[in-house]
């Protein structure tokens, strides 16, 4: 028997699982994308760097996510890397259908995405492919443009469901 055959047979519980890819410390961002006439957030940590040449970054929506169906339609996100001091977007987007920004200042990127102005860092990109991944999508994203509103600010981290400082 294959090494791959005796991994599919061992159950897995969804809680373990959870619990233990929160021992990943990460960063937070919010991705954003557009309607076409008002801006959307949504808060994600499952982004990740793919590939410099071509630039190629990517990020996991839940399958039924809001930001996933604008996404099929725009064509486009950008990833707002959050800073230290901005826990509370990463709690407003982690709502379901954020729709208002309110005070939030943001403008439109190349790709035609809205980009947080304000953010640590943000990739603006245009969407090259969508792969189905269980009751996730991976999204690919080929990355437009790039910037670091706050060149000397700190992450915003994220470990074991809470907010972890790296001071
Ligand atoms: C720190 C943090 C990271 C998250 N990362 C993801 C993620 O990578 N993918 C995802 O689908 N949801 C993620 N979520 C949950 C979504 O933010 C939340 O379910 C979403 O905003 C719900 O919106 P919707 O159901 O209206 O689309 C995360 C939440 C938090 C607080």
Do not use: W
Not at 59 to 82: M, T, W
Not at 141 to 150: A, F, M, N
């Amino acid at each position: 028997m294959s090494t791959a055959m005796s991994a599919a047979t061992v159950e897995v519980d969804p809680r373990a699982l959870r619990d233990v890819c929160g021992q990943f410390l990460t960063g937070v961002t919010v991705i954003t994308s557009t309607d076409g006439e008002y801006p959307f957030g949504m808060t994600a940590n499952s982004f990740t760097s793919v590939s410099l040449d071509p630039p190629m970054v990517l990020f996991c929506p839940h399958k039924d996510a809001k930001i996933r169906e604008l996404i099929d339609r725009s064509g486009c996100f950008a990833v707002n890397v959050l800073a230290e001091e901005q826990a509370e977007l990463c709690r407003r987007f982690s709502h379901r259908v954020t729709v208002c920004f309110g005070d939030i200042p943001t403008r439109i990127g190349v790709s035609g995405a809205p980009v947080l102005t304000d953010s640590l860092a943000y990739l603006d990109c245009r969407v090259v492919r969508e792969i189905a991944a269980g009751d996730h999508t991976v999204v690919l994203g080929e990355v437009l443009d790039v910037g670091r509103p706050r060149p000397d600010g700190r992450p915003l981290a994220f470990h074991s469901g809470k907010y972890v400082s790296l001071a």
